[in-house]
């Protein structure tokens, strides 16, 4: 690893990054519930974009212990994810990869949970509104995927990433404020509405789903789901009239042309529509190369603005829940 990669990425990541090094990876595991889960997906595609001899997949938690994949093995590294580090089935997805000789590296914002105290390689995450983006889970993520890649496949896009390490946080700051008028125009559209539909493709799937099964369905109780981009036209379209919202997001990755398809059928046919397209982003300085990926990490946070203004155009908080944390289940 190169002097400026060591002195820029988390500490945490670079013991990882060594830990990998020093072990044959043929296979990563992406493993995670809800949220988490969906934080990975710009990852694994990453993952299927870039890697040439290291296969990828991505597992709910309790399905990757039940489903038991014959390929995880002491070759494999598992890469887990929960924001307090308390989700019991990534807690026990950890054990079961460890068990069976895997390398376990966990994101966590809490250092010494029980995710953190199973696993490997803790990674620590900061996390809250006004976190420097370079910090974030997003983009520990990345480092680690990246960084894999720089290390097995000699992948310069370890470099490029790390690069732009440094801009994030004002590529932020400008989606963000551009970005709030509109988030307000929305809330203030859709708050009555029952049902959401989100759509997306490829890197930005993920945003989509977090954006449906997180905020609509869990936080805001509006029935939603995520509808990918190139399935729309295999069965989903057929609930398309003009009353059914529908948001759709429009990336940068390679998947584009199947976004701007749906989105242009969707306008013939509908009219209750939100268009986030990252082409509007300021992405000045941030490579070619990695463009697509970076797009998804705005993306996410862009979403996270339009729930927040949506929850408060509801009188309803993000913090609001009938049964998470408050029954047993």
């Not at 949220?35 to 597992?59: C, H, N, Q, W």
């Not at 002491?74 to 079961?96: M, Q, R």
């Not at 949970?113 to 420097?132: C, I, K, M, N, R």
């Not at 992948?155 to 988030?183: C, G, H, R, T």
Request: charged fraction near 20%; charge should be negative; include cysteine.
């Amino acid at each position: 690893m190169n002097e400026m990669s060591t002195q820029t990425i988390s500490n945490h990541v670079q013991q990882a990054l060594e830990a990998m090094k020093n072990r044959v990876i043929q296979h990563v595991f992406f493993v995670a519930c809800g949220g988490s889960s969906a934080l990975m997906y710009p990852s694994k595609y990453v993952m299927d974009r870039e890697a040439k001899t290291i296969r990828s997949d991505l597992f709910s938690s309790n399905e990757f212990i039940y489903r038991n994949p014959q390929a995880l093995d002491e070759k494999s590294l598992v890469i887990l994810c929960s924001l307090s580090g308390t989700t019991p089935e990534t807690v026990e997805a950890a054990k079961f990869a460890r068990s069976k000789g895997a390398l376990t590296v966990s994101l966590t914002n809490v250092g010494d949970s029980p995710l953190a105290q199973a696993s490997d390689y803790p990674v620590v995450f900061a996390w809250g509104e006004g976190t420097d983006p370079a910090e974030s889970n997003a983009s520990m993520m990345y480092q680690l995927v990246f960084g894999l890649l720089h290390h097995k496949e000699s992948n310069d896009k370890f470099n490029s990433y790390v690069s732009s390490l440094s801009l994030l946080e004002s590529i932020f700051s400008k989606a963000w404020n551009q970005f709030k008028p509109n988030a307000k125009e929305f809330a203030e559209s859709y708050k009555k509405e029952k049902v959401i539909y989100t759509m997306a493709s490829g890197s930005n799937f993920g945003p989509a789903y977090a954006l449906s099964i997180c905020y609509f369905l869990e936080m805001q109780w509006i029935h939603s789901a995520a509808i990918h981009a190139g399935e729309y036209f295999h069965g989903p379209f057929e609930i398309l009239d003009k009353d059914v919202p529908f948001f759709i997001i429009l990336g940068l990755d390679e998947t584009r042309p199947m976004e701007e398809r749906a989105l242009e059928f969707t306008k013939r046919y509908g009219h209750r529509i939100v268009v986030l397209d990252a082409k509007q982003f300021d992405l000045e300085g941030i490579d070619e190369g990695i463009l697509g990926y970076v797009a998804a990490m705005v993306i996410s946070r862009v979403t996270r603005l339009y729930a927040m203004e949506l929850a408060a155009a509801r009188n309803h908080p993000l913090t609001t829940r009938r049964y998470m944390w408050k029954v047993e289940y």
